[in-house]
């Protein structure tokens, strides 16, 4: 099993939670990160006070200069109610006018950059609101956890998570993601029945590699997984922080769709041309076999003829598979080598230019950009080559399940795809549109596929609170359609 490090170390990646805000770093010795949207809730924070301690561990930040902060680790953090001391009996005469409180929020902002806590600001605010004690303490309770998530300088960093980076994604922007739910991903592993020690495949398009990053983590080290990508290059933003190790990093390889249809005739020909072959040496061995002049010599010269016409063969058709591969990754190398060089030359004639403070500080830059590279971890265990050469070996044996998540219209994509999946093993279709899995669904009859559903699941919160448990006010409008089945066999 690899070796998981339950300290936050330099170089790996961190959700960072401030009250309900979800937010992923990379953690390098020195840097600075952005919170916040632009304007006067924008801060500058520095997190190299979480270097060595658990995943998990709370932090408090500490004002160095405006709007800049450090963290400090705390122990325990309680929830500090002890400003709600007694209440009003109800909130029949309480009116929402808007002129409750004192202080106007350019003079909150000011108490913020003055350097006072999250707790004297939360007091200031009580103490100027002319309603405050008049609420029953339940309306104090609930006020002050309001002000809390607002103003409280209290976070959490958390080890990065299949269920942190879909929820952070979600709460952003649902439509990045094809509006993929946490529960939907949840239901497609389940129905695709991903386990370690198994081979899958999935192609994936417009969803930031979540569905990858969810099935690589469920597979481990003893499986494989095949992600078909279309276009340059595949997806796999939460795969590249969900910080996997070198031995679950071998497990996943990468092809691109358009390889696929070669796959598929290669293959052909190399069965057809192998059944052609075996049926001209049954032809010669009756032929022998009638004549009855069999014998060692005839033997020899029939394994060495049919040994050297397999050969020939295979030989050729290694050649004409590994040309359109090298030439297409040549291609792509080529290109980043000439990108590289155009930086290298841009970076070198730069500083002829400039002054020597300037020089320095490109030094210092190229200096922290050389040790974040290294820190970084690499994105493609193997070369192009390697991959494809991999993934079509892989996927020539056939797969123990298909998982297809797109945006564009399914059925062209997922046909195509079943050649490789076993028979009598699931396959799941995500889509954030119904009309489209519908047509595949009565596509998928004609073809062999059986058990076939086509659901949407329905999801809402629930505030669980003692004598006040209830569903929350706001819900998700909707978290995608998926469509799963089995491919069997018809008779012939």
């Known amino acids: 099993m690899p070796e998981v490090k339950n300290e936050i170390y330099e170089g790996c990646t961190v959700v960072v939670q401030k009250g309900a805000h979800l937010k992923t770093c990379r953690i390098v010795l020195g840097r600075n990160y952005i919170f916040g949207k632009r304007g006067d809730s924008q801060f500058t924070l520095n997190l190299d006070g979480a270097i060595g301690c658990l995943f998990g561990s709370q932090f408090r930040m500490e004002l160095i200069k405006k709007k800049v902060f450090s963290i400090h680790k705390i122990e325990d953090h309680t929830a500090a109610l ?44 009580t103490e100027n609101s002319t309603t405050f004690k008049e609420k029953t303490v339940y309306s104090q309770e609930k006020y002050i956890n309001k002000k809390k998530k607002k103003y409280e ?28 739910r946490l529960d939907s991903l949840s239901q497609i592993l389940s129905h695709c029945n991903v386990q370690p ?59 691109n769709f358009t390889k696929i249809t070669t796959i598929k005739q290669q293959t ?74 155009e930086i290298m030359m841009t970076s070198t004639t730069q500083p002829e230019t400039d002054s020597k403070g300037d020089v320095e500080k490109i030094q210092e830059t190229k200096r922290q950009e050389s040790s974040s590279s290294s820190l970084r971890p690499r994105k493609f265990v193997r070369s192009l080559v390697e991959d494809v050469k991999l993934s079509s070996s892989v996927l020539d044996s056939g797969v123990d399940g298909l998982v297809v998540a797109c ?82 066999l018809k008779e012939a």
């Open 82 to 125: 002890d400003i709600v001391k007694e209440g009003g009996v109800d909130n029949r005469d309480l009116k929402d006018d808007g002129l409750s409180q004192k202080l106007t929020p350019e003079q909150i902002i000011e108490l913020k950059h003055k350097g006072l806590s999250g707790k004297e600001v939360i007091q200031k605010i």
């Open 153 to 180: 300088e209290i976070l959490t960093i958390h080890r990065p998570s299949v269920r942190l980076l879909s929820n952070m994604f979600y709460t952003l922007d649902p439509i990045k993601i094809a509006n993929l």
């Open 197 to 255: 020690g198994g081979r899958f495949a999935v192609f994936e398009s417009g969803t930031q590699g979540l569905v990858t990053a969810a099935m690589l983590h469920r597979v481990g080290n003893t499986g494989h997984l095949v992600q078909i990508y279309h276009g340059t290059q595949p997806q796999r933003n939460a795969v590249d922080q969900m910080n996997f190790t070198q031995e679950e990093m071998e497990s996943l390889s990468f092809i």
């Open 268 to 341: 052909g020909n190399n069965t057809n041309e192998l059944k052609h072959i075996s049926g001209n040496v049954t032809k010669l061995i009756k032929k022998v076999e009638a004549e009855d002049i069999v014998n060692t010599s005839t033997e020899e010269i029939i394994d060495t003829s049919t040994e050297d016409i397999i050969n020939s063969n295979t030989e050729e058709i290694i050649n004409t598979n590994t040309k359109d591969v090298v030439n297409t990754r040549t291609e792509d190398i080529v290109n980043t080598n000439t990108e590289d060089i």
């Open 407 to 488: 945006r564009q219209h399914p059925t062209a994509i997922t046909t195509e795809l079943l050649h490789f999946l076993k028979p009598g093993f699931p396959f799941v279709v995500f889509s954030p549109f119904k009309e489209p899995l519908m047509e595949l669904y009565n596509q998928m009859k004609s073809v062999g596929g059986t058990n076939l559903r086509l659901s949407e699941t329905w999801l809402r919160h629930y505030q669980v609170i003692p004598q006040r448990t209830h569903p929350e006010i706001n819900m998700s409008g909707g978290g995608g359609y998926i469509l799963y089945g089995t491919i069997v």
